[in-house]
């Protein structure tokens, strides 16, 4: 099959070199001689063929160079064994032609259909990623005689791409308090599974430079590198709420109230890279028609410098057909090229990456004409000035460091945050000139295509983004261009070109008053000016700066609306030098009047096959105001909402088949024109044979600390105890626990003075239940299965209540909670805090068993919550899901909440699920039920770690999950950890 966008891929060795062209002969292993025609495993400089409808499992570790691996079949990479593949091209195509000589990013890309199998690449799926202690090795290396502007590569021509590795709950988080130089000990804000001793850290600068400098008497903007306290450090040890670092900081990193600083996992287990940074470096590209995704994989030392279209990450013209790929968890740094594109390319999710160090902007979108992407919770750091590059569409962008860079701004950026990058944290830049129109042909919100002046068009939503330790602008959105370089500057350091300088990217055009740029709780501290426009029409909403020179700086405030602003420690001038363009004055102090007349858009992100009959579908849905419902063949999908609103819905499929139809509505009664469509198929792959494993290669990264975000086992342990031989008589489930207690002759409630304060227990009756998830139950965790029947011997009280601070401070004599408030939980306590508590409060109180709180979270229940298997409810009886950096988004304030206002369980418990973790008694292992005992297990004799349970204000409804598990260091302090008292009842 031959394809007209691919013209430049024309099957022409280069004549210097004498490459062997290997052909597999079936599906095997790649270290198999079985597996290819010529019987004998690929060498050095052999141009490999994977031939249609084979499989082969790369399953090596070699650093020997194959020159090209052309994908028409699968070629998919081992889980059971590190791997490394050194190759100058991967390039996944149909057919069994091998082209090479490179191929021209800006040929057109018309659509096309694949007859039988999608080509693929899979080093990991998102069902299967390459598990943690595996590594997967992709090193593009130049092959001397390659055109350098081309090579090395990877590339889809419409084939499926994905790299997937080991889950991170977290790929960067906030400090949870000042790291001071010289620190090593770093304490974080929110925990983190999946980090490890051995892995790069990044710390961004948290102070602000001065963007003039003097150098032989005159101004100049030096590199920003010059002076920036953005420094790398390396994990020597951790537990799930600190680091110890291999070396102390350089700088301080400050951490007070809102303002904090970022630290950043750039180490993952899936990497691709350049084998010589210093020389030509590689690229990824997708092309239009392709499919797959990226999580939690590396990307370090790609892009070629100066050069059109070679970028680390690439979305290049796919206009509609890649629909719901994304890149989640990725971390790309060093990059001579940006960090991710998407061209021409629209509904693609861009989630929890890390950003680090590229010529030019970093998270970019090229032409002006994509729309309907989501850019969530994403960072970027030291995005540094570059030059425009040859032939780029948008001439006018003099490619000056922007974190976040548009030319349309019909997408969502929610929750991401740019620090010290050269120029900008986020641009929105859009320029008429006589060589250039900003009338496009865009995808509107009805479904249509058409030509629109793209400076006109709104944010899908702008929410909750941040800027810190900005040199220049944190937010430029269509405003004046500023100084990019010395030579803009006379010897005073004034601007030579005024009136360039002055006339603003977007010419006083904008969205009109009914459908105004909107913008939401930004947030920007440590840095120069805060906010800048030359559009009409802006509604801000909450807008907080600290420790700036200018807040609003000569922005054009015809019809500007601006609530909620906060700003302290202002040096120079909170709104400057303000000026307003309209036709008239009436138009010109006319306040916006925004009118919600455009559906959210709605994107299918995951697929998973629980059996094979049923298939678990997960994506997000954004909208300027909130998603009310989303459903999934008409069925409505369970939310959790957030400015990004994350859903899921388990379907049937019968014969292992389904057509799946997806959209949304919001809750002003607009529903999605265009519904995301997938057609699904049950895979039958047969196993491939494994060959033994290679030695590992010098050098390769340290084996990863086992995780625990593993598909749940579908099993029960069952194992019978005869209830005649227990002490006390088993609760039947039906009964009240009054009735329970007034028969064994029990308090149903118990009192007990705490210095003054009174603490209320109920009573817990002994009984039998079935811990940890349920098979198929949605999120569950490895560590969470197998499920298995526990026996609870003897009854006991536990607290009403989470332990409150009053209580706390009646007995400690001190409160150390970051939320004060008498009858808030008690939190910052570690495990030995809790023990110290109460040994000196007596009265045999002491923390439940991890089996005895699961059984009292439950009081009889056998769903995901104590009322019900979704979240739906999840908000009548837990405070959860703030703003947990998910995407979920629940009923909980920005803190805890005094305990019981909300429902109790069957128990008489409230709090159970969220508000603060809660402390066990227990050792953690995420290995422990497989050999747990039945009667009254107490946990494992050994480990580092304590048991919490419960979930918190700030965590996802997942986390909340009667069966969710988490292990941290005794010694871990933070607002999100508490603990409830437990209290044995009277001897018989």
């Not at 309209?582 to 994107?603: G, H, I, K």
């Not at 939320?819 to 939190?827: I, L």
Request: hydrophobic share 35%; with cysteine; net charge negative.
């Amino acid at each position: 099959m031959k394809f007209p966008f691919l013209v430049s891929l024309v099957c022409v060795f280069l004549p210097m070199v004498r490459a062997a062209e290997i052909r597999s002969a079936g599906d095997g292993p790649w270290s198999a001689a079985s597996t290819w025609e010529n019987g004998k495993e690929p060498e050095a400089g052999d141009v490999v063929l994977i031939r249609p409808g084979h499989h082969v499992k790369y399953d090596v570790s070699r650093d020997t160079v194959i020159r090209a691996v052309h994908v028409a079949g699968t070629l998919s990479f081992s889980r059971d064994t590190d791997t490394l593949l050194c190759t100058g091209l991967i390039r996944l195509a149909a057919g069994e032609e091998c082209k090479e000589e490179g191929f021209e990013c800006h040929a057109p890309s018309p659509d096309y259909k694949i007859e039988g199998e999608r080509p693929a690449l899979e080093v990991g799926t998102s069902e299967a990623p390459i598990p943690a202690g595996r590594t997967a090795v992709i090193r593009l290396t130049y092959i001397p005689g390659m055109d350098a502007e081309n090579f090395p590569a990877i590339m889809s021509c419409g084939g499926r791409m994905d790299f997937h590795g080991a889950p991170l709950n977290r790929s960067w988080v906030k400090l949870g308090s000042s790291a001071g130089r010289g620190s090593r000990e770093i304490e974080l804000a929110e925990l983190v599974e999946g980090w490890r001793a051995g892995d790069k850290v990044l710390f961004p600068a948290t102070g602000m430079t001065d963007f003039y400098q003097v150098e032989g008497g005159r101004r100049v903007i030096p590199s920003l590198l010059k002076d920036s306290e953005t420094e790398e450090a390396e994990i020597l040890g951790m537990d799930k709420r600190g680091l110890l670092l291999k070396e102390p900081l350089k700088y301080k990193h400050e951490a007070l109230g809102k303002f904090r600083g970022e630290v950043a996992n750039l180490s993952r287990n899936v990497i691709v890279e350049s084998a010589d940074p210093k020389g030509p470096r590689g690229h990824t590209v997708y092309h239009r028609g392709s499919a797959g995704s990226i999580s939690y994989a590396e990307f370090r030392h790609l892009g070629k410098k100066d050069v059109l279209g070679r970028y680390p990450i690439h979305f290049h013209l796919c206009a509609d057909t890649m629909r719901g790929s994304s890149v989640i968890g990725a971390s790309v740094w060093d990059s001579d090229n940006r960090w991710v594109t998407i061209h021409g390319s629209n509904y693609l999710l861009v989630k929890d990456c890390v950003g680090y160090r590229s010529t030019g902007h970093g998270y970019f979108f090229e032409d002006g004409t994509e729309v309907n992407n989501v850019l969530d919770r994403n960072l970027a750091v030291q995005a540094l000035a570059g030059k425009p590059l040859p032939l780029q569409v948008l001439g006018f962008d003099t490619n000056d460091a922007a974190g976040f860079w548009w030319a349309n701004c019909a997408n969502a950026f929610t929750r991401n945050v740019a620090a010290d990058c050269g120029k900008f944290g986020y641009r929105f830049q859009m320029v008429k000139t006589p060589e250039f129109s900003p009338n496009l042909m865009v995808l509107m919100p009805n479904g249509k295509r058409r030509v629109v002046d793209v400076r006109t068009l709104p944010f899908i939503r702008f929410d909750q983004n941040e800027a810190h330790s900005q040199r220049r602008f944190a937010f430029n959105l269509g405003g004046f261009h500023g100084q990019s370089e010395t030579e803009d500057l006379d010897r005073d350091g004034n601007v030579i070109d005024r009136a360039a300088y002055l006339g603003g990217d977007v010419g006083g055009v904008g969205p009109d008053y009914k459908h105004p740029f909107r913008i939401k709780d930004f947030l920007v501290w440590a840095s120069h000016w805060g906010f800048h426009t030359t559009a009409p029409n802006v509604q801000i909403q909450g807008f907080t700066a600290h420790d700036v020179n200018y807040v609003f700086w000569r922005s054009n405030f015809a019809g500007h609306d601006y609530n909620g602003i906060d700003a302290t420690d202002i040096h120079v001038s909170t709104f400057f030098n303000g000026f307003g363009v309209a036709p008239t004055r009436e138009e010109q102090l006319r306040y916006v009047d925004p009118q919600d007349d455009s559906p959210p858009v709605t994107l299918i992100t995951r697929t998973e096959w629980l059996d094979d009959k049923r298939v678990r579908i997960s994506g997000v849905a954004v909208d300027d105001d909130q998603v009310r419902e989303v459903r999934i063949n008409d069925e409505p999908a369970v939310l959790q909402a957030g400015p990004v609103t994350e859903w899921s819905q388990i379907l049937s499929a019968g014969e292992g088949r389904l057509e799946v139809r997806a959209l949304a509505t919001d809750a002003s009664g607009n529903r999605e024109v265009i519904p995301q469509r997938v057609s699904l198929s049950r895979g039958g792959a047969t196993p491939l044979p494994t060959a033994p494993a290679p030695a590992a290669v010098a050098g390769a990264t340290p084996a990863m600390r086992p995780g625990y975000g593993v598909a749940p086992v579908a099993e029960t342990r069952e194992e019978v105890i005869d209830p005649k031989s227990l002490p006390w008589p088993l609760w039947d489930g039906k009964e009240s626990v009054a009735d329970y207690a007034a028969r064994n002759h029990l308090e149903a409630t118990r009192s007990v003075d705490l210095g003054g304060r009174t603490l209320e227990m109920e009573l817990i009756p002994a009984g039998s239940f079935l811990m940890g998830a349920a098979p198929g139950e949605a999120d569950a965790e490895g560590d969470e299965t197998p499920r298995h029947r526990v026996v609870i011997s003897r009854p006991f009280y536990l607290g009403k209540y989470e332990l409150t601070q009053a209580q706390y401070q009646a007995v400690a004599g001190k409160n150390p909670s970051y939320f004060p408030a008498p009858d808030k939980p008690v939190e910052q306590v570690s495990w030995l805090d809790t023990q110290a508590f109460l040994a000196k409060a007596g009265q045999g109180l002491r923390l439940p068993s991890e089996a005895e709180w699961e059984f009292a979270c439950r009081a009889g229940s056998e769903g995901a919550y104590q009322n019900g298997d979704t979240a739906a409810k999840l908000s009548e009886t837990g405070w959860w899901g703030h703003s947990s950096g998910e995407g979920q988004y629940g009923n909980a304030p920005s803190g805890t909440s005094e305990v019981g206002k909300l429902a109790p369980n069957r128990f008489g418990l409230h709090d159970m699920h969220g508000n603060v973790y809660e402390w066990c008694a227990d050792i953690y292992s995420p290995e422990y039920y497989r050999q747990s005992p039945a009667l009254d297990p107490t946990g494992p004799t050994t480990g580092d770690e304590r048991v919490l349970r419960g979930g918190c204000w700030e965590a996802a409804a997942t986390k909340s999950r009667s069966a969710n598990r988490n292990g941290f260091s005794p010694k871990s302090r933070g607002y999100l950890l508490g603990f409830r008292v437990a209290m044995p009842v009277p001897a018989r």
